[in-house]
């Protein structure tokens, strides 16, 4: 079973406004990731954050982790068309292996 | 720039045919990885290797085999492909880091996309 799971599976929003994708795991995790795809192609990493830290910024992402309930969240800020996308949250299971979520898909609409 | 190249962006073969699919990275990475991404389940974990000659395997591991002979080159093996290997293959590596290979970002490729018929 999947150790990410992404909500919601598809957000559609118009440029300018903001982008919440939330996602949820199931064990414990020393750190959680957020990648993104865009259409056929490749993830790129986006950001890392720790269990340690509860709140990270870069640009205009913003990427929450509440170990306590076992979530995650990732903000884009003033959404861009050019953020059309597939965004997947990423955790060790076990503390071994990397596993994803089957993500969301952005739409932003200009 | 860091960089992962899949050899192959589409590929046709038919059933029961063997298929390789490369994958090469110039970042002197220890970990490599093979994923299969297929609509609704994300990224399965196939294999994945943590150094030359080593491997270990994921999720998902039946129908393939792989081969590391070299640090920089991973390569994806179906023996005998069939229509439900049919999906989008991605490679990517990281570097060995706390003495496990999931404490960092992963490099991907951009994907090949393989179709058995």
């Known amino acids: 079973s999947q150790q990410g799971e992404e909500d919601p599976q598809a957000l559609s929003i118009q440029e300018g406004e903001n982008a919440t994708m939330n996602c949820s795991y199931k064990t414990s995790i020393n750190n959680l990731q957020w990648y993104r795809q865009n259409s056929g192609r490749g993830l790129v990493h986006l950001i890392l954050?720790?269990?340690?830290?509860r709140e990270k910024h870069s640009g205009r992402l913003r990427v929450t982790l509440d170990t306590s309930k076992k979530s995650s969240s990732l903000l884009i800020t003033a959404s861009r068309a050019a953020d059309t996308a597939s965004y997947f949250c990423a955790s060790p299971r076990y503390g071994n292996k990397l596993v994803f979520g089957a993500g969301t898909i952005l739409r932003v609409k200009s | 720039d860091v960089k992962v190249t899949q050899s192959s962006r589409y590929l046709v073969k038919r059933t029961g045919e063997k298929v390789f699919l490369e994958c090469v990275q110039d970042m002197d990475h220890e970990n490599m990885f093979w994923y299969r991404q297929d609509p609704g389940l994300g990224l399965r974990l196939i294999y994945f290797?943590?150094?030359?000659?080593?491997?270990e395997k994921g999720d998902i591991p039946e129908g393939y085999s792989v081969s590391r002979e070299k640090k920089e080159r991973f390569s994806l093996i179906l023996e005998s492909a069939s229509t439900n290997q049919t999906s989008m293959y991605l490679c990517?590596?990281?570097?060995?880091?706390?003495?496990?290979?999931?404490?960092?970002?992963?490099?991907f490729g951009e994907g090949s996309r393989l179709t058995v018929l």
């Open positions: 290797s943590y150094d030359v000659k080593m491997k």
């Open positions: 990517a590596s990281t570097v060995l880091a706390g003495g496990t290979p999931y404490r960092g970002e992963l490099f």
């Open positions: 954050i720790r269990s340690n830290e």
